[in-house]
């Protein structure tokens, strides 16, 4: 059980343009999805905490407006980056968790690489 | 915000010893501790955690001990194999909201 997936596993695209990434709990109701990004040889840093029907919440230097969060069911949030550029590209990771407390499950990641 | 330190940033082990992994975090409301395994451009999975009202905790070959007072814990882990060899990140967390260390890349030598 507690299967978080993601996708797409991988996209490349244009700079300027909008790339839209799911994450999915698969087998749980999820009351809360995070959204973390990684970059090569780093660790994972928080970029929004999103609860289900209401808006997300960013973390301090992450732009609401150039990332794009909603969480329009209990089993489904979707990150927008919009007009992507190369300094945009890196691996993002999705979580969930069915109650707050409760252990996250993570997505297997996206990578995203903009040219 | 909660800031969360790791150290060393990479430990090279022969296999059958043990390794050690130490974080320490700032903020004393945070309450669960957990560890991840991150092999290259997988996920993150969770290998073992704690929580605040608890000391040690065992789960076969790793263990992780947390010391609220020094605001610090470590993993422990025993008897390693070469399939140990990966990226481990302790992470500590409050209202659900994790904070993860800067990363331990261990190479357990054959």
């Known amino acids: 059980g507690a299967v978080v997936s993601q996708h797409p596993s991988w996209v490349i695209c244009k700079s300027g343009t909008s790339v839209k990434i799911e994450c999915r709990s698969l087998?749980?109701?999820?009351?809360?999805m995070f959204w973390y990004r990684q970059f090569p040889k780093q660790s994972l840093m928080l970029m929004a905490t999103?609860?289900?029907?209401?808006?997300?919440?960013?973390e301090q230097g992450v732009e609401k407006d150039k990332f794009l969060i909603n969480h329009a069911s209990l089993t489904l949030s979707t990150l927008t980056v919009t007009s992507a550029h190369p300094e945009d590209s890196s691996f993002y990771i999705c979580s969930a968790s069915a109650r707050r407390g409760d252990e996250q499950f993570f997505g297997p990641g996206t990578r995203l690489t903009v040219l | 915000g909660e800031n969360v330190e790791q150290h060393p940033s990479t430990l090279s082990v022969q296999e059958g010893d043990s390794a050690v992994i130490k974080c320490t975090y700032s903020?004393?409301?945070?309450?669960?501790f957990p560890w991840y395994k991150q092999e290259l451009g997988k996920r993150p999975q969770l290998i073992i955690d704690i929580r605040s009202n608890v000391g040690e905790k065992k789960d076969q070959r790793i263990a992780v001990t947390l010391n609220k007072t020094a605001k610090h814990f470590s993993l422990h882990i025993t008897e390693t194999q070469p399939e140990d060899s990966a990226v481990y990140f302790c992470a500590a967390s409050k209202a659900n909201k994790l904070i993860f260390g800067t990363g331990t890349l261990l190479a357990v030598q054959p």
């Open positions: 087998d749980f109701q999820a009351t809360t």
């Open positions: 903020d004393s409301a945070s309450n669960y």
């Open positions: 999103s609860n289900e029907g209401s808006k997300a919440t960013y």
